[in-house]
């Protein structure tokens, strides 16, 4: 039972996971906390629903559709809404997202409704059922396939930032945008490929959530919400905090809601990270100086 | 005296409609939420925080005083006052904590303590649950019987002004100068010997105290109240009532509070997502007009020395 | 005389805000030059660099190598050959070493053998970089992180080299070595544009000098030709 609650908290928080991991790069480049990244991906949900659903499109080509929306709205959000205020105040910005939460939110209710859409599995084959002496765990498929996109995510990332030339540039623009320029690097284009990056990645979260929550405006709102603690409980700064942000809070919501109270597995979670952010005010694995801000 | 004389056109308002009590209480709705939304503004602009979950201490203060009239009956004005008390308290409670973070932090902090007490409230049964809690009687003051919106529109009104006297005072004190070298610059602040927990924590409580009230008058207001009208939404409004009238001025925040409380019932006729608007108008004002509406009308000026 | 100068500044005018930090200033770059702009704190030297590699706004005409520099984006300039060497060794301190050289070589990011050869000669030039070089950069010592703000802006074969105040904060031993580092550059072919408030070990590796005060050259001419003890009494305020 805690076996099956723990692989269950580990598929949630690897979902908190990229979601952090999204937030993370776009901030860490640009310096924007986007309150509306959850939203982002929630629009790119509804793409996905419109073109398999409606139109009947192919599932993975519905798929891959709905990611580059997310893309394509990460770039013209940060290009158009967020650099024309940049270097004038950098608390704009982030009211600036949160005005966009209410947009698109009035957006999908406009265009979509307010109706529970669903969404199938793309995998819906016989769960994964793991015997061992203290009882026996059930994977379903999907919740598989969430594990291998996540950590195929993860990797493709890792290996991007510390390999790739662009990767490096990337984390130099994140590090020192004038001195970046100094070497060359283009930072208006980095923080463009950020938020392109971090778009595609919060579509991917929402389609990859959206079977089991369905679409509807704020089906995005708590993932959001655990993504956000998520990189904080991180220290907003690296993906490894962000992992093990995500994961931990997974585990812990599981287990409060089998054990506790299912109504208010959330308060217990992010009680416990108020807890830890108490103690260690730059999150569980930051470093106590801050860089952007 | 001079700089209260703004407030007579507002004293005004209700007689050409006295005949419209809907409409009269949506003027009443408004005072409300300009309520709230100063209690944003001392949070924001006087101590350069953001909060995303000031709905939490609305709905403290909301239930606080629909519980104590509806299962105590404890007469209104009492209750009034006790949900700002209550509401005060727990902001300490909560700022405690959550000030040792600062910036973006906090405003993760808040977004969490917002959706928490939502939930909470959500289960108990005390608050009933997510049915909430129904028929809540409209106060009597002494004399009136304040189901007349008239009646509600001064009350609020004379709330606000009051609320509007005790800011003036205190943005020419000495304990108004040092929030204001806060938010201009923490180390500057901290270089001057200004204990920065200690004002923090007090806009903190005065944000909460003032939007715990707001609370308690819509609940009275509304007769109803149930967890999903304080949501996150609920939050970025006053946000976003503060932005868009303008901030640091109790006349800008009621430009605000009218335009999104307004809003929804000029368009309810049509087919149009009022959110999409409410944040269409929140990123054009940022983007063109940083210092609110209150920068069109022109009137800034005119008010600026007067207000903050 | 004119096809010598790499670099031709006329007129600079740098602003911030009502004051003006460099005013009017005409200064030129030789071709092989090591050039030095000294001065006092705030009389405009770091503000003339920033202006160049196109960090800050700024008035008058920039040349290089032919070509109107004066509005050009910043990321494009270390393309054209003129690259920056920061102030306060700007590393990146999350970054590895040899990260850091390979930002440096970002502009030839293509040429893997190029690539190849210059970290060679970076490390040849300063060997206590290769011996640390899987070391975040923020964990090195001040010297060490000059060595690699130096080596790191080689790494993409500039024309000219700009350094903003190397010695800062280094003891004298290393500021003779750092020095000696940057003669050796200099006979390799690349001419140095340098801004310095150690004055002394400035003058003994340049050609020529500028002397700023207030935003204005006070002096300029030939190393020789300047008296170092008038220097310092009247404008360094040593």
């Known amino acids: 039972m805690v076996f099956q609650q723990i692989i269950a908290g580990i598929i949630t928080g690897s979902l908190y996971a990229i979601v952090a991991l999204g937030l993370v790069i776009a901030y860490k480049v640009t310096g924007v906390m986007n309150f509306a990244y959850g939203y982002m991906g929630m629009i790119s949900a509804y793409i996905f629903f419109t073109f398999f659903s409606m139109i009947g499109m192919n599932y993975i080509l519905s798929f891959f559709i709905a990611i580059a929306f997310g893309a394509f709205v990460g770039y013209a959000v940060e ?8 270097n004038i105040s950098p608390a704009s910005m982030v009211i600036i997202t949160l005005g966009l939460l209410l947009v698109l939110e009035g957006v999908a209710l406009q265009i979509w409704g307010n109706n529970y859409q669903q969404i199938p599995n793309l995998l819906n084959g016989l769960p994964l059922i793991l015997r061992f002496e203290g009882g026996i765990i059930v994977i379903p498929q999907q919740n ?25 540039a990337m984390r130099a623009v994140a590090q020192n945008e004038e001195i970046a320029k100094l070497m060359g690097i283009n930072s208006s284009l980095m923080m463009s490929i950020s938020w392109i990056i971090s778009g595609s990645i919060g579509a ?9 929550t369905f679409v509807y405006p704020d089906m995005m709102l708590s993932l959001q919400i655990m993504g956000f603690t998520a990189a904080v409980l991180g220290g907003f700064e690296s993906i490894p905090g962000s992992i093990i942000g995500g994961i931990s809070i997974g585990i812990i919501e599981n287990l409060v809601g089998t054990y506790i109270s299912t109504n208010l597995k959330t308060t217990f979670s992010l009680a416990i990270i108020v807890a830890i952010l108490i103690v260690k005010p730059e999150g569980l694995l930051g470093s106590a100086k801050s860089r952007r801000v | 005296m001079k700089k209260y004389l703004w407030f007579i056109p507002f004293v005004l308002v209700p007689l050409p409609f006295l005949g419209y009590p809907f409409l009269l209480s949506i003027f009443v709705l408004i005072g409300i939420y300009t309520i709230a939304a100063i209690g944003m503004d001392v949070l924001t602009t006087w101590a ?47 700022g405690l904590p959550a000030l040792r973070v600062s910036g973006f932090y906090l405003a993760v902090v808040t977004m969490a ?22 028929n809540i009687p409209v106060p009597s003051f002494w004399i009136f019987k304040a189901s ?25 004190s000495k304990s108004g100068l040092a929030l ?5 610059s923490e180390i500057a602040a901290r270089a001057f010997g200004v204990n920065l927990l200690k004002y923090k924590l007090a806009a903190f409580a005065a944000s909460a105290a003032l939007t715990g009230l707001a609370g308690s008058l819509y609940a009275s207001a509304i007769g109803f109240i149930s967890p999903s009208q304080f949501d996150l939404t609920l939050s970025l409004d006053l946000l976003a009532m503060v932005i868009v009238g303008g901030a640091g001025s109790v006349m800008g925040v009621m430009i605000g509070a009218a335009f999104f409380v307004g809003l929804p019932f000029l368009l309810s006729g049509y087919n149009i997502s009022i959110t999409i608007i409410q944040g269409v108008a929140l990123i054009v004002i940022l983007l063109f007009l940083p210092k609110g509406l209150l920068q069109i009308f022109k009137i800034r000026d005119l008010f600026k020395k007067k207000v903050i | 005389m004119a096809t010598d100068r790499i670099l031709e500044v006329e007129n600079l005018t740098v602003k911030y805000g009502p004051i003006e930090a460099v005013r009017g200033t005409n200064f030129f770059v030789g071709n092989q030059e090591v050039v030095s702009i000294l001065g006092a704190n705030g009389a405009g030297k770091s503000s003339t660099l920033k202006a160049l590699a196109g960090l800050i706004p700024h008035e008058g005409r920039i040349t290089f190598l032919s070509k109107d520099i004066s509005r050009t984006e910043p990321y494009k300039i270390p393309y054209l050959g003129l690259t920056l060497c920061p102030e306060r060794r700007g590393i990146f301190p999350d970054l590895s070493v040899e990260d850091n050289l390979l930002l440096g070589a970002y502009t030839i990011r293509k040429n893997k053998n190029l690539i190849k050869g210059n970290i060679k000669k970076v490390y040849a030039l300063f060997q206590r970089l290769e011996e640390r070089k899987r070391q975040l950069a923020g964990t090195l010592s001040g010297g060490e992180q000059q060595m690699l703000a130096i080596g790191r802006a080689l790494m993409n074969d500039p024309k000219l080299l700009m350094l903003d105040e190397p010695s800062l904060g280094l003891s004298p031993k290393l500021v003779d070595f750092i020095f000696d580092s940057l003669k050796t550059i200099n006979k390799s072919g690349t001419a140095i544009l340098l801004v310095e408030q150690n004055a002394m070990i400035a003058m003994e590796i340049s050609n020529r000098i500028y002397v700023m005060q207030n935003g204005k050259f006070a002096i300029s001419g030939n190393t020789k030709d300047v008296d170092f003890q008038t220097l310092k009494m009247k404008y360094l305020g040593v």
């Open chain 2, 148 to 172: 007349n919106p008239v009646y509600q529109y001064y009350v609020v009104l004379t709330i606000i002004f009051l609320i509007f006297i005790v800011l003036s005072r205190i943005s020419f």
């Open chain 1, 79 to 86: 290009r158009r809404l967020l650099r024309p205020v940049r």
């Open chain 1, 144 to 168: 598989l396939l969430i594990l291998g996109v996540v950590t195929a995510v993860i990797i493709a990332l890792i290996l991007y930032l510390n390999l790739t030339f662009q990767g490096k």
């Open chain 2, 113 to 134: 303590f917002g959706i928490a007490v939502q939930q909470i409230i959500g289960v108990f049964q005390i608050t009933g649950g997510y049915n909430g809690i129904r």
């Open chain 1, 204 to 212: 991917l979260a929402a389609l990859l959530v959206a079977p089991q």
């Open chain 2, 48 to 94: 350069g925080q953001i909060s995303i979950g000031n709905a939490a201490f609305f709905a403290v203060g909301a239930y606080t005083s629909a519980i104590l009239v509806v299962n105590f009956h404890v007469p209104f004005l009492i209750a009034f006052l006790i949900s700002g008390l209550f509401a005060m308290i727990i902001g300490i409670v909560v």
């Open chain 2, 180 to 184: 204001f070298a806060m938010r201009d």
